[in-house]
């Protein structure tokens, strides 16, 4: 009698064990399935030459630096109207937009200088600064001044209003881009990420390896998108640092990111080495709600 119960215990044991396995599988299943809905793209355009970088002006009008062609395109919200802002460019590294929306446009094959152009809003194009090194990364800070990551220098300039050039850092390893995320400084480099802490300026961000590449911040929360192009992932960190989710880009057919963006709504845009252009949607990537009136179009 004993021996029977014991094998009942057992058996009861054994089913119970085998319930929970079953239970924490399908809910592995359920957290896959969910993670791989987080990242939805939804393509706006298709057949770009090489796009390199994006940028959104005050108007939610989405800039494309398309390096294939040296044309600079501006992508009317909510439609696929396309128009040309500028051509005659070679070797497109990067462009951003200033608060007066001014266009500036950093090339790396202009007769042979790297430079970078500025853009009035009437299309009206002048060389603002040239003699840089490097494939340059380019953003605009919460003082209005011009940011350029040198790659070839290890330097992070600052231009601002008067003229003035300061190096804010220059011990960087290949810094590609720059981003000013509510007074704290990112730098996006091959073997990491770095930020200027207030108060700190050698704070390591993150130092999980990868190839990083794009960056795009969220002016609503502050929260950093940045593209690992070796692990084909997009990071999700929030203002303090703090990695809040990574999404498999080649899970949702996005393994050839070459650039991101945010809107004012924090909607998150990409482009691709295909030539697409697409808005990233999900539990962690929402459509903007509204699209403001536009003003009249460059010239």
């Known amino acids: 009698m004993y021996l029977r119960r014991g094998s009942q215990s057992s058996g009861k044991r054994v089913r119970l064990w085998l319930l929970r396995f079953f239970l924490g599988m399908l809910l592995l299943l359920c957290s896959a399935c969910h993670n791989a809905e987080a990242l939805k793209p939804e393509v706006l355009l298709t057949g770009l030459e090489k796009p ?32 040309v802002v500028k051509d005659g460019f070679q070797g497109l590294t990067d462009i951003t937009i200033d608060r007066d929306n001014t266009l500036y446009v950093a090339s790396d094959g202009n007769g042979g200088q790297r430079c970078v152009y500025s853009l009035s809003p009437a299309g009206y194009r002048n060389l603002y600064c040239d003699q840089l090194e490097g494939i340059c990364g380019l953003s605009i800070d919460r003082h209005g001044c011009l940011l350029i990551a040198e ?34 400084l990112v730098f996006v480099c091959d073997c990491g990420l770095y930020a200027n802490h207030p108060g700190n300026i050698n704070g390591l961000f993150t130092q999980t390896p990868g190839t990083y590449d794009g960056i795009a911040a969220n002016s609503k929360d502050g929260s950093l998108y940045v593209l690992d192009a070796l692990r084909k992932r997009l990071l ?25 963006a945010c809107d004012r709504d924090g909607a998150l845009y990409a482009a691709t080495v295909s030539g697409d252009i697409v808005l990233l949607e999900g539990s962690a990537f929402r459509p903007p709600s509204e699209r403001p009136s536009l003003p009249q179009q460059h010239g």
Not at 57 to 81: F, M
Not at 154 to 172: A, M, N
Not at 239 to 256: E, K, Y
Request: aromatic content about 6%.
């Open 236 to 260: 999700n960190f929030d203002a303090n640092g703090s990695l809040l989710a990574s999404f498999d880009c080649a899970q949702a057919g996005l393994d050839d990111i070459t650039a991101l």
């Open 52 to 83: 390199r970088a994006l940028a959104f002006d005050n108007y939610c009008r989405l800039y494309i630096a398309e390096s294939g062609s040296g044309r600079v395109l501006a992508l009317q919200p909510g439609t696929n109207e396309l128009i």
């Open 151 to 184: 790659s070839g220098s290890g330097r992070v300039l600052r231009i601002r209003e008067t003229g003035g050039v300061e190096v804010i850092r220059q011990d960087l390893p290949s810094p590609k881009r720059v981003l000013d995320i509510r007074g704290m």
